[in-house]
């Protein structure tokens, strides 16, 4: 499953990925290989990206976006906390 994270100034993450949790606005909800297409608003919370090689990391964001179609997942993040 390939992942790219953007903010408006930098691209954060761009790879392929075993999970990614994200903090939706009524709650934290986890993307995993084959997941239905979704595009959802996300809140403040922690980002946590496991990678392909079981690598674990992290970031905070205020506000942004998720989409998920054919196991490509975007991260629209309009906010870093």
Do not use: Y
Not at 38 to 44: K, N, P, R, T, W
């Amino acid at each position: 499953m390939l992942l790219l994270a953007l903010t408006p100034e930098k691209e954060l993450f761009n790879g392929n990925i075993q999970s990614v949790k994200v903090p939706g606005t009524t709650g934290q909800f986890e993307i995993l290989n084959g997941h239905a297409p979704i595009v959802a608003a996300l809140g403040e919370g922690e980002v946590r990206i496991l990678d392909e090689n079981g690598s674990k990391s992290t970031f905070n964001i205020k506000k942004g976006f998720i989409e998920v179609i054919n196991n490509e997942v975007s991260l629209l993040i309009q906010s870093l906390a």
